[in-house]
């Protein structure tokens, strides 16, 4: 009889499913069910798998999904780290917000990175995103201590690292998990690498029982995500931090007389930058038909 056993997939490839277990990681096939009703495993995933030998068994199940995205394919993300610079390229304040907007939707925890900290001062930035309810981080590739108060922040958690194509995150997830790009040994080989060139999300595994979803060839998050211009504003938490109600239940927060938001940009207490970003957001969600976004 088959053991059954639960892990979380680590690698999605060529059909094959790497899964972590407490005995090992397993390659398994998936069952035809899966493909029957449309299902796809992701990394991420916790899976329950069937073990025909010491090596090899098939995925029977996943449990239900906290969240997924599409581009990267993961599952079951805590936290996104979505890595800006002071320059080079210069940070655009519209990505970032679309960004930490998706993220909330999809109940992911944002954390601001600012990197490049040997080229300018990150503090201006970072304290637009600390007022507006973020953790921020500053820190120089430069200088691989910077990035130590980081690290509590994975322990226990499945994270990924999203930016602007050379903003640096490579070299900061090298700094927070050496080896990352170049895996040798048992990992490589259970992991699949050098049999398939697919691009694929991959996850390894931390000291402090975290994992680091590595994901080459996506330069920024790219996720087809449904949401509408009512929902809009709970995906902005300074928003949701104001106190009172606006005058009109129906208010879009973008013109209307009596909008407490507008109010708290006005007063300082919501970021312009913030606000900004929302009627932008608000413009493109308006534009787009209905069946286009669910």
Known sequence: MDKRLTGRILRCVGGFYYVETAAAVFECRARGVFRREGITPLAGDIAEISVQDEQQGTVEAVT??????????????????????????????QVIDKL?????????????????????S????????????????????????????????FAGKLSAFTGNSGVGKTTLLNLICPG?????????????????????????????????????????????????????????????????ACRFSSCSHT???????????????IQASRHRSYLAMYQEIKARKVWEIT
């Open 100 to 120: 930490i907007a998706i993220t909330e939707y999809n109940g992911i925890e944002p954390v601001i990175v600012i990197n490049k900290t040997d080229l300018e």
């Open 180 to 244: 990352l790009a170049l895996p040798t040994g048992e990992i490589s080989r259970k992991l699949g690498r050098g049999r398939h060139t697919t691009r694929t999300v991959s996850l390894y595994k931390l000291d402090n029982g975290g994992y680091i979803a590595d994901t080459p060839g996506f330069s920024s998050l790219e996720i087809d995500t449904p949401i509408l211009k009512d929902t809009l504003p709970e995906c902005f938490r300074d928003f949701t931090r104001v106190e009172g």
């Open 122 to 153: 990150g503090e201006p930035l970072a304290e637009c995103y600390r007022r507006s309810g973020f953790a921020v981080f500053t820190v120089s590739s430069e200088d691989p201590g910077s990035v130590t108060p980081m690290l509590p922040l």
């Open 255 to 269: 013109v209307e007389t009596g909008c407490r938001i507008l109010k708290a940009v006005k007063d300082g207490r």
């Open 64 to 93: 239900a999904r906290r969240n997924s995205l599409v581009r990267p394919p993961v599952a079951n993300l805590d936290t996104l780290f979505i890595v800006a610079s002071t320059a080079d390229p210069a940070p655009r304040l």
